[in-house]
């Protein structure tokens, strides 16, 4: 099973960025996906989840608002939509993935069968 990310990049404040996460080796359409990320000297945290259909989604309280996940089963990828960053928002951003699980997850992703390599998203003021 792979997952990649990318998308990430410098960026100002104000400014948007869209993340993807092309999956491989697994039923992509039957896993629930998942963001999370890494900000420097910190610990990971969640930021937003989808269900297997798409039907469900959830966010974190620091996110709502200004990011939008989706997917696209029939690419096997899932979409993290962020407008509006802050430089709170720089972190490396991992997409994961979870055959049974639901939409709420642990800051440390706990629950997640699969994690890609991250992508690093940077926003300066």
Not at 33 to 61: C, H, M
Not at 89 to 116: E, K
Request: glycine share 14%; net charge positive; with cysteine.
């Amino acid at each position: 099973v792979q997952l990649q990310a990318s998308g990430g990049g410098l960026v100002q404040a104000g400014d948007s960025l869209r993340l993807s996460c092309a999956a491989s080796g697994l039923t992509f359409s039957v896993f629930t996906l998942g963001w999370f990320r890494q900000a420097p000297g910190k610990e990971r945290d969640f930021v937003a989840a989808i269900s297997w259909s798409g039907g469900s989604t959830n966010y974190a309280d620091s996110v709502k608002g200004r990011f939008t996940i989706s997917r696209h089963n029939a690419k096997n990828t899932v979409y993290l939509q962020m407008n509006n960053l802050k430089p709170g928002d720089t972190a490396v951003y991992y997409c994961a993935a979870d055959r049974y699980g639901g939409i709420t997850y642990p800051p440390s992703g706990d629950g997640m069968d699969y994690w890609g390599k991250g992508t690093l998203v940077t926003v300066s003021s």
